[in-house]
């Protein structure tokens, strides 16, 4: 499986959630402008760095030029796309299979929220993607999922209509279970649940959701 890291500009705080990341093997690792500065201090060595280079500093830049095995995509500031964008593009042009992203949160909220529109392209091309930080795991589902305990990122599962409704959304081995619910946009219903069993399942027939596996600070 081809596995592809982007690293974005927001901040990236440093724990424990870090360390599988930085210990499983990516074929790329896409810098995304000042993410450079993130990629550096983590020790990911970039196969290619995309932006328009208004937030990372030129000594940096420049140092990371010199590596004649690093692939550089230079865009106009003055765009119709956020460089988080072109580099998920950039991922799926280079046969990425799954994707994870770092830095897509913890900064400015157009961003993140930006980002979390953006994951809708690996979405429709049936990658595997998420989001995560110190707190959450981020992922959007178009079909059903199962939770093991074991493997969760954290206490708690929130799910977010993405889309104005979600259809037939049911939970087993949930603390809060539904049967054929329709979840809508302008309610918080889906916030916060946490699995009752070893196991979980989440079902809908019709929909985008947000699935955020969170956990509170350390």
């Known amino acids: 499986m081809k596995r592809c890291l982007i690293i974005a500009g927001g901040q990236i705080a440093l724990g424990g959630y ?25 020790h990911f ?23 004649e095995n690093i692939l550089f995509y230079t865009h106009c500031p003055e765009k119709d ?12 042009e280079q046969g990425a299979e799954e994707i994870v992203i770092l830095g897509g949160t913890g900064g400015r909220m157009d ?22 930080d110190a707190c959450n795991r981020i992922r959007l589902l178009d079909h059903g ?16 209509p993405l889309t104005e409704k979600v259809e037939n959304v049911t939970l087993k081995g949930f603390k809060y279970p539904l049967h054929n619910y329709c979840l809508t946009i302008g309610n918080s219903l889906g916030i ?9 399942e989440v079902c809908f027939t019709d929909g985008i959701l947000i699935c955020i596996e969170s956990r509170d600070r350390e």
């Open 81 to 92: 796309a956020t460089d988080t964008e072109l580099a998920m593009e950039l991922a799926i």
């Open 145 to 160: 999922m199962r939770f093991r305990r074991k493997d969760c990122f954290g206490t708690y599962i929130s799910l977010i």
């Open 45 to 67: 060595i970039p196969s290619h760095v995309v932006g328009d280079f208004d937030t990372v500093k030129p000594e940096l830049l420049a140092r990371y030029r010199k590596d």
């Open 18 to 42: 870090l360390l599988p990341i930085q210990q499983e093997p990516f074929d790329l690792v896409i810098a995304v402008d000042g993410g450079l500065k993130s990629a550096d201090r983590l």
């Open 111 to 132: 961003h993140t929220l930006a980002n979390l529109q953006v994951m809708m392209k690996p979405l429709q091309a049936g990658i595997p993607c998420f989001m995560a």
């Open 192 to 200: 916060s649940n946490e699995l009752a069993e070893d196991t979980g």
